[in-house]
Nanobody, 128 residues
Framework: VQLQASGGGSVQAGGSLRLSCAAS????????MAWFRQAPGKEREFVAG???????????DYADSVQGRFTISRDSAKNTVYLQMYSLKPEDTAVYYC???????????????????WGQGTQVTVSS
């Protein structure tokens, strides 16, 4: 799987953005997809993940800091995962990365070390 992230930009606090991550590869539908972010001077952190749990069922999970404001979704027909971000705050400012791994892999999908496929990152800047 190869990933191409897009959709970042600059918005004012309270605004919205939608990030997209286009994946190539015929096994996309069975991969766990996730978004991480890295702010200047900080470690890369988990934002949201969507994990295949069998059939056409997926499970979405969020970091506490974005719960209720961000929504992760995927369109298997388009091989794309999205991160819809509402009520953006200045502290959401970061470079956002999408990541992928087979859902059969062990270990927590919240840990960046458990991913071996990454997109190139897209900048999100939220001004107050």
């Amino acid at each position: 799987v190869q990933l191409q992230a897009s959709g970042g930009g600059s918005v004012q606090a309270g605004g919205s953005l939608r990030l997209s991550c286009a994946a190539s590869g015929r096994t996309f539908s069975t991969y766990t997809m996730a978004w991480f972010r890295q702010a200047p001077g900080k470690e890369r952190e988990f934002v949201a993940g969507i994990r295949w749990t069998g059939g056409r069922t997926y499970y979405a999970d969020y970091a506490d800091s974005v719960q209720g404001r961000f929504t992760i979704s995927r369109d298997s027909a388009k091989n794309t995962v999205y991160l819809q971000m509402y009520s953006l705050k200045p502290e959401d400012t970061a470079v956002y990365y999408c990541a992928a791994r087979p859902s059969s892999n062990g270990g927590s999908y919240r840990l960046q070390d458990n991913y071996d496929t990454w997109g190139q990152g897209t900048q999100v800047t939220v001004s107050s």
